[in-house]
């Protein structure tokens, strides 16, 4: 059952006519977490500063708050004249949908805003980077293939975004409202910093890399969670269902947005892997070329297959073009 089921609970627990077997479920629900205290105390607080007012008919709190909802979720933005009604009447309407409604704000953020302020739009980045600024002046580098959905406007209260695929995030600070990314795998929780996201839906990991500032990451419905600072990155894999801190040593972690990849004494093994990643290629070459080095600074707007020459002819390699995304590197390797 949802948080407002156990809203409506403890306001029957107050007022005297909740059931035992109701009273055993708020119990436990109460206990479940931290987060669940907190609402209970909340709702506990708003009824103690009204409970001096004899509200002049009984509630039938169940059915008003499915009135209640059903209103708020069919409701359109544009005015509406209705007939007024006899003034006892609508003293009372409004006295149950005050008490209801104001019994927490989790309701109004989950029902009133999401259903009148928050309009969602969907960005997809079908070849290329698209670059994007969010309504609060945060900006998003959107890389080829994802998908993004995030509201035309922000609520007051928090910044909630949608990624499927891999994206940049340049947050814009605002302690009073947390940017929040959910993803197939995990949500990231931030004030304001600059980071980035990959989790396709179609792939196993999902990594989260931090260049400046701090974030939060979250298994989606799970305990698991980990702090990251600027240089940290965290691994949830579908495998072995974990979530991990570790630091970034990938130079190029970052490489699509950067438009750049930088190596530092680095084995073709890994140069190729990386650029494999990045290009969508394939790369195929022998052990003894896997085990040289190189050292270098390439943009990525470069054409692949000129890449591979470029950084082949450190060692005397050939790049051979066998089918469409698919190359090898001959030569005799580094070690003759």
């Given at each position: 059952?949802?948080?407002d089921h156990y809203i409506l609970l403890i306001y029957k627990k107050l007022k005297g006519t909740i059931l035992p077997e109701e009273a055993a479920a708020l119990q436990k629900w109460e206990a479940a977490s931290p987060e669940n205290q907190a609402i209970a105390?909340?709702?506990?607080?708003?009824w103690s500063k009204t409970e001096e007012y004899e509200l002049p008919f009984e509630l039938d709190y169940d059915a008003d708050f499915a009135q209640v909802k059903s209103t708020i979720a069919t409701s359109s933005p544009a005015a509406k004249v209705v007939p007024m009604q006899p003034r006892r009447r609508w003293l009372q309407v409004a006295a149950a949908a005050a008490i209801i409604l104001l019994g927490s704000t989790f309701l109004f953020k989950n029902y009133f805003t999401s259903s009148q302020e928050l309009v969602w739009k969907n960005i997809a980045a079908s070849s290329e980077i698209q670059e994007l600024q969010l309504a609060d002046g945060s900006k998003v580098w959107l890389n080829a293939g994802s998908t993004l959905s995030f509201p035309t406007k922000f609520s007051t209260t928090d910044r909630p975004v949608k990624l499927n695929g891999e994206a940049f995030f340049e947050v814009s600070k605002d302690a009073q409202r947390p940017f929040q990314i959910t993803t197939n795998r995990t949500t990231v929780t931030v004030l304001g910093t600059a980071f980035g996201v990959r989790d396709y839906a179609h792939e196993t990991t999902t990594e989260v890399a931090v260049r400046e500032g701090k974030v939060r990451v979250e298994k989606n419905n799970s305990t698991?969670?980990?702090?990251?600072v600027a240089n940290e990155k965290a691994i949830y894999n579908d495998q072995n269902k974990q979530l991990k801190k570790v630091a970034d040593k990938n130079l190029n972690s970052l490489a699509w947005q950067r438009k750049n990849l930088k190596f530092e004494d680095t084995s073709l093994k890994n140069v190729f892997?990386?650029?494999?990643?990045?290009?969508?290629?394939?790369i195929l070459m022998n052990k003894n070329i896997e085990k040289c080095t190189v050292s270098g600074?390439?943009?990525t707007e470069t054409k692949v297959f000129d890449l591979l020459k470029s950084i082949a002819s450190?060692?005397?390699l050939q790049v051979k073009k066998l089918k469409n995304k698919v190359f090898e590197l001959q030569g005799k390797g580094c070690n003759f």
């Open positions: 059952m949802n948080t105390e909340e709702t506990r607080q708003v698991q969670k980990v702090i990251l892997a990386t650029i494999a990643r990045q290009y969508d290629v394939k600074f390439y943009k450190v060692h005397h």
